[in-house]
């Protein structure tokens, strides 16, 4: 495809009534967003619908005549209430024909079936579209269809993510427009959205053929940079650009998490972890111990729930608590100095705060967290007061806790 | 709204190139879906749409066409990509004007910003759709607005879960087209999918007006009732007779988490709890101490990462470790009672096991998983393998482990 032509669009339409209804979230329609972006089509939208024949038709209708290609997840089964492949033939105009192929491997599944009924049901997956080629199923039994159409092609599949991914990988192999340069996601923490934004486009403004999408997510900013007619190398460079510009707050330019990078950064300098926790509950082990491998640096946590804990686990004094209270600087850096000692570690982290939504007072309001940081030489300790609910206090507490450990393992200048 | 009068349709649409590029899963589609619901709308369609102006206001003009409830989310913050504002009006063929409360406000926030220019971007957010009801933001920044349509309501709400949900709540109390009977969600563990439907399928019979969906999702299913002409009391009826079915599998009947149950039952009866975790590294005790109030029963854990945490903080012997490995009965009974003494609990469960990718081998396979539960008079353990990648043996341990809890703390008979 030459510089300049039209970039193809592409819809992609996942069937249920359940994920209308929002009772389960769609994974499908994600993952067939990303595959048909990077075989070069524009993904323009993903739209949830129920198990509704004439709301499918209408959809397949509309979409196959705005874009490239359009396709279609779930609905494809035995059962009643899917109903994909007839408003498909209905949205189209087209007859459907039994595929001799797969109903005598479905004859043979269908005979193993107990419940009357249930082999003419399993049968009606046999049904394809006139005119369209058959994805033969890997696992499961209902085979996929790729349909031309009049700017393209419709495909369906079936919505099981395990039977429908490597037909989604088939169909895309023969419909790649061209190569897309997947997008480069710019990790960020500590910057409000709106700052993070004005720099990144600031550091972009020599760059032509690149967008910026800016994302914010509790404490954590992502900035995407979607490339149009550049390559990999022109993105990469603009991605350095942009990174730069938003130092020290960018914490990974090639889509790594912050726990990601904590546990890459202390490997890399041989630097072993371990956390004292409080309002954080082991959310934050818990984020350090997602990362595989992360057991060659991460010793271990203390989740020190009640005082008693601080004390017998942690060596919090009894002084300390009773001047101070547990969510205090004095406790804090005792309980980082305490894990430290008790985990053998190189550097601890502790955290002590008030999530609430109780627990909190006109000193010490709900949404305080105190952090320390102890690496055997020193102790150094600060506050934050974070906005939100219980869940959201926590969640900041525990990013802010992977940030101060990121700038702690960071390599040495 | 009287029986047989047509049921009034929602559309959602969420606003954001990064989640039709499936880079971000989008939470807010589901959650408004459930909301528009419950409050008596059938949710016709969820719709991802790239931040373009013209591909917005084509899904609005369309959607507020077809539908009488259209619910937008995102979009509304003050980057320049934030175009649903200009997107509705373009759709709605209505100027937008500044509300000058909200402007006031936000000329407060801006004067915080350092950036230069991000102040007039803050008050991008000032501007609403003629004749729209103002929404007042209690975080974040950007106003949410309820717009007359022909059909019915169009809202804007902005795309940060935080801020838009308590939007939503508001505009919808007033759109209630009928009080809907909430579903029952029924919450039942260590039962298969199957089995789950064909259980509640048999207690059902006798209930007419209840439809029945079954969710798996990793250890844990939900199995669903929906009222159809049916009263609270009723449906109620129905979910006691469907949960006896799945005892002693069913935890909840109320929506409640596995975690909530289990901190709720613990306290019912006086008992404190203390966790030795391994490769679940911290996610019990995250999923425990996400429940308000739990510090009441929950006194902490030590994540034991290093088998020399096991052997220092637990009380692990070596010989133990070195004849039978971390993984394994001798190990896990150890890290109980090891818990049980270090946190002066009454009840300790501890969990070790092979989370992968790497550690593995013929006698322990990846997703092998030792949990043991010591209540002072004796300690019990058991196995399982787990299948599936890293985090997913890690979520089914944690279930796993809650569950444990769940019938430890259980109300005696």
Not at 50 to 56: C, F, L, N, Q, W
Not at 390 to 407: K, N
Request: one cysteine or more; charged letters at 20%.
């Amino acid at each position: 495809m030459t510089a300049g032509a039209p970039v193809p669009t592409a819809a992609v339409l996942v069937v249920g009534t359940e994920l209308v209804y929002g009772l389960r979230p769609d994974t499908n329609g994600p993952d067939v967003a990303r595959s048909v972006a990077a075989a070069g089509y524009t993904p323009s939208v993903i739209a949830a619908l129920p198990d509704d024949r004439s709301v499918i038709a209408a959809h397949v209708r509309d979409a196959t005549s705005a874009h490239d290609l359009v396709v279609v997840t779930g609905g494809l089964g035995p059962t009643h209430d899917d109903v994909t492949r007839e408003a498909a033939a209905d949205a189209l105009g087209l007859p459907l024909r039994v595929e001799h192929d797969v109903a005598s491997t479905l004859e043979g599944i269908a005979e193993g079936h107990r419940e009357p009924g249930a082999a003419s049901q399993v049968l009606r997956q046999a049904c394809v579209l006139e005119g369209a080629r058959v994805l033969t199923p890997s696992t499961g039994t209902a085979p996929g269809q790729v349909v031309p159409t009049a700017r393209g092609h419709l495909v369906l599949l079936p919505g099981p993510p395990g039977e429908m991914r490597p037909m989604l990988a088939e169909s895309l192999a023969a419909l790649v427009r061209r190569e897309q340069v997947p997008p480069r996601v710019i990790g960020c923490v500590d910057i409000r959205e709106s700052d993070a934004q004005l720099r990144a486009e600031r550091a972009l403004e020599g760059h032509r053929g690149v967008s910026l999408t800016v994302l914010g997510r509790p404490s954590l900013v992502d900035v995407v940079l979607i490339a149009h007619d550049l390559d990999t190398a022109a993105l990469a460079a603009a991605a350095d650009e942009v990174a730069s510009a938003l130092a020290p707050h960018c914490y990974a330019t090639d889509g790594a998490s912050l726990a990601e990078v904590v546990v890459g950064g202390a490997a890399a300098r041989g630097i072993t972890l371990g956390l004292a926790e409080s309002c954080t509950g082991g959310l934050v082990a818990a984020a350090l111990t997602d990362v595989p491998g992360s057991s060659a640096t991460f010793r271990g946590a203390i989740v020190a729930y009640a005082d008693e804990i601080k004390r017998s686990a942690l060596r919090v004094s009894h002084d300390v608590l009773a001047a101070h209270g547990a969510v205090s600087e004095a406790c804090v850096r005792e309980m980082a100095t305490g894990a430290r000692e008790m985990l053998g570690a190189d550097v601890a982290m502790a955290i002590t705060g008030i999530a609430g939504p109780g627990g909190g007072g006109p000193d010490k309001p709900v949404g305080l967290v105190w952090f320390a940081v102890a690496d055997g030489s020193s102790v150094s300790a600060g506050s934050r007061a974070f906005d939100g609910d219980r869940s959201l206090v926590r969640e900041r507490a525990t990013v802010h806790a992977l940030d101060l450990l990121r700038l702690t393992v960071a390599p040495r200048a």
